[in-house]
C-alpha cells in the first residue's frame, strides 16, 4: 500500500522568506505527483502535477521538483506572502489509479 | 466547463437518517472518485468507477456505505443510517483517460455534519 508523509506537519515563517514543504511516498511505481493546496473549509485547487517521466514542474512562484526512484518531491514556494497561508497536500497516483494523500502542510506566513 | 458540481454543499441530518450526496463530473470524463476528509485521517479514497462501472471499493468504510453511477453525467453517494461518525467532507472527482497524466479534477466537497 502507498504511503505518503508530509514534513513538517506545519511551517511559520515570515513574509518574504521561501518555503520548502517535504513529500515522500514509499512505492516508486507511481503516474504522476500532484501538489494541491487547500483553504480551511474549503476545497482542493491543484497547483502543479509532475508526470513520472518529469523531474520538475513551475508556475510562477511555485517550483516542485520529483525524484521518483528515491521517493522524494519537494515544492518550493519563492518570496512567501500572507496570501500564501494554507495547507498544502501532495498525492501520488498508483497503478492502480488511485490517488493517495499525505496529511499535508500547514503554512502561516506572518505580515 | 463549470468543472464536478457536488450538491448539496452543507447537509446537516440527524443520526439515523438516510443521507444522499451527488455529483456531476466533467462532461467526458470517465473515471469518477469519491473521498472522503477527517481530521483523524486525512483524504481517503472510498470508491471509484470507470465508464460507470465500480472499479475498486475497498475503502467503502461499511455497509452503511453506498454508491452508484447510473450514466456518465451523474454519480450518488448514499449513507443509511447515517451515524455521527459520518461528520467529514465528501470530494467528488473526475478524470479523463485518454489525458495521460491522469490528472483528477475535484469539486468543492460536501460537508457532512450528523447529530
Known amino acids: 500500500k502507498q504511503e505518503v508523509t508530509q514534513i513538517p506537519a506545519a511551517l511559520s515563517v515570515p513574509e518574504g522568506e521561501n518555503l520548502v514543504l517535504n513529500c515522500s511516498f514509499t512505492?516508486?511505481?507511481?503516474?504522476?505527483l500532484q501538489w494541491f493546496r487547500q483553504d480551511p473549509g474549503k476545497g482542493l485547487t491543484s497547483l502543479l502535477l509532475?508526470?513520472?517521466?518529469?523531474r520538475e514542474q513551475t508556475s510562477g512562484r511555485l517550483n516542485a521538483s520529483l525524484d521518483k526512484s528515491s521517493g522524494r518531491s519537494t515544492l518550493y514556494i519563492a518570496a512567501s506572502q500572507p496570501g500564501d497561508s494554507a495547507t498544502y497536500l501532495c498525492?501520488?497516483?498508483?497503478?492502480?489509479?488511485?490517488?493517495?494523500f499525505g496529511a499535508g502542510t500547514t503554512v502561516t506566513v506572518r505580515a | 466547463d463549470a468543472g464536478v458540481i457536488q450538491s448539496p454543499r452543507h447537509e446537516v441530518t440527524e443520526m439515523g437518517q438516510e443521507v444522499t450526496l451527488r455529483c456531476k463530473p466533467i462532461?467526458?470524463?470517465?473515471?469518477l472518485f469519491w473521498y472522503r476528509q477527517t481530521m483523524m485521517r486525512g483524504l481517503e479514497l472510498l470508491i471509484y468507477?470507470?465508464?460507470?462501472?465500480?472499479?475498486?471499493d475497498s475503502g467503502m468504510p461499511e455497509d452503511r456505505f453506498s454508491a452508484k453511477m447510473p450514466n456518465a453525467s451523474f454519480s450518488t453517494l448514499k449513507i443509511q443510517p447515517s451515524e455521527p461518525r459520518d461528520s467529514a467532507v465528501y470530494f467528488c472527482?473526475?478524470?479523463?483517460?485518454?489525458?495521460?497524466?491522469?490528472?483528477?479534477?475535484f469539486g468543492p466537497g460536501t460537508r457532512l455534519t450528523v447529530t
Open positions: 462532461s467526458g470524463h470517465d473515471y
Open positions: 472527482a473526475s478524470s479523463f483517460s485518454w489525458q495521460r497524466n491522469y490528472e483528477q479534477y
Open positions: 468507477f470507470n465508464n460507470n462501472v465500480p472499479i475498486d
Open positions: 498525492a501520488v497516483t498508483t497503478n492502480d489509479y488511485k490517488l493517495s
Open positions: 509532475i508526470q513520472s517521466s518529469q
Open positions: 512505492d516508486s511505481a507511481i503516474y504522476n
